[in-house]
């Protein structure tokens, strides 16, 4: 028997949820490595402060192997950007372990045995008018949440609970490889749903755009599609960021992660389950049974960037991988794709695929006499059909196409930073 989602919902709170003694031991490694650092801007006499911001700052930390932890470098002020940088990279340096990440402003992230430190420079500021960079709202995002949920621990749990499902489901991260929801965006969705399955059943139900004003800093809709920039109102989701209403928190939602959210919501509402809270790992033995049952060919591709780990290789080859689907769906009638990307420099790439029966190529006008011979003798079954030439050939095998496409992408390939692309299986 299919348990009701409540049920469920406080079974995976108990689950998900960090304990308090968990809670109390991160805490104290973050003010240890605060001290760490804090030393150091004495040292150089930089005038700069440190505050914890993230999910440990809001209390919506998820119970995972690793946490994340985001500590924010408030310059001064009287700091330029040049400054602020130079300052950055003379404490970041001196740092152990310290991985310097390229960004509008570079940051440095830290791996413990069980947390990962990111600390960012942003700027000290009283008014986000005032901000020079995205990072520096940071610190009135933080105030925004702690204000809202006050201890309030049912919604607290709401907002893990929103969290756990929306990264289990391939839709928590603003990284442009994921374009889903940032883990502000869901702390204020909930806060405006009140509870997880309100924020399922809200979101969905929508037929066309979502806008919301939580503050109310428009006074309709109609003035927040005529004043908001329109590249911001791009996605499926305007959602008013209340520090600071020039800003669209969702903007980077795609459609696609939205459709993926709202399929998986409906789902769970439908036949609740603890699995929807278990993140998913891509199963290539099941995509391999799936395909041979369909009579299909499973085809799996590695590809390697040399790019800086994170949201930018991420993105390059999740970009190439889409390139390369173009290029085979002129081949092959696609079925599936899974793209897997590890974090790294390295996505691996899983297609289930039928090979079209004859392609058909469109060669030149007949009235081009150059290169319509060109084409005759390349194709000695060319026909031709309202003064254009055209052939058919037979589709290549798949080890085939790829060798080809590795020569007609090579220029593509260098320009993303695509330094490998290998079939694995």
Do not use: W
């Amino acid at each position: 028997m299919v348990k009701n989602y409540n049920e469920i919902l406080k079974d995976e709170i108990k689950k998900i949820k960090p304990s308090y003694r968990e809670i109390s031991e991160i805490k104290e490694q973050t003010k240890k490595f605060i001290v760490s650092i804090n030393q150091l801007l004495k040292k150089y006499k930089i005038n700069a402060e440190l505050f914890i911001g993230g999910s440990l700052a809001k209390g919506t930390l998820i119970r995972k192997k690793k946490q994340d932890i985001d500590i924010f470098l408030r310059f001064d002020n009287q700091y330029n950007e040049e400054q602020i940088k130079k300052l950055s990279k003379k404490v970041f340096k001196k740092i152990r372990g310290a991985k310097i990440i390229k960004g509008s402003r570079n940051y440095i992230n830290i791996k413990t045995d069980n947390l990962i430190f990111e600390v960012v420079p942003t700027l000290k500021i009283s008014n986000p008018k005032q901000a020079r960079n995205v990072t520096d709202l940071s610190f009135f995002h933080v105030n925004y949440i702690k204000r809202k949920i006050k201890r309030n621990y049912k919604l607290i749990d709401q907002i893990i609970l929103a969290k756990a499902f929306c990264h289990s489901q391939g839709c928590y991260g603003a990284e442009s490889y994921v374009r889903g929801f940032s883990g502000y965006a869901i702390e204020l969705l909930i806060c405006k749903c009140k509870t997880f399955v309100n924020f399922i059943k809200q979101i969905s139900k929508y037929p066309g755009k979502i806008v919301i004003d939580l503050e109310k800093q428009y006074k309709n809709k109609q003035e927040i599609l005529r004043q908001l920039n329109k590249a911001k109102q791009e996605g499926p989701i305007i959602f008013i960021d209340p520090t600071f209403k020039e800003r669209n928190i969702t903007a980077g939602l795609s459609k696609e992660t939205f459709e993926k959210f709202k399929k998986a919501g409906k789902s769970f509402l439908a036949r609740p389950s603890r699995s929807f809270f278990e993140p998913k790992a891509i199963n290539e033995q099941e995509l391999k049974e799936k395909a041979k049952k369909q009579k299909l060919q499973f085809k799996k591709i590695l590809i390697k960037t040399n790019k800086q780990e994170g949201d930018i290789a991420g993105t390059k080859l999740l970009k190439f991988s889409r390139l390369l689907t173009r290029e085979i769906k002129k081949f092959f009638d696609i079925k599936q794709t899974e793209f897997e990307y590890n974090n790294r420099q390295e996505a691996s790439f899983y297609l289930i695929l039928k090979p079209k029966k004859q392609i058909k190529i469109q060669g030149p006008p007949i009235t081009n006499k150059e290169h319509a011979e060109a084409f005759k003798k390349k194709y000695k079954r060319a026909r031709l059909k309202k003064g254009r030439l055209y052939t058919t050939i037979k589709t290549p095998s798949f080890e085939i196409l790829i060798k080809f496409l590795k020569k007609r992408l090579k220029q593509h390939m260098k320009q993303m930073g695509i330094t490998r692309m290998k079939m694995v299986g």
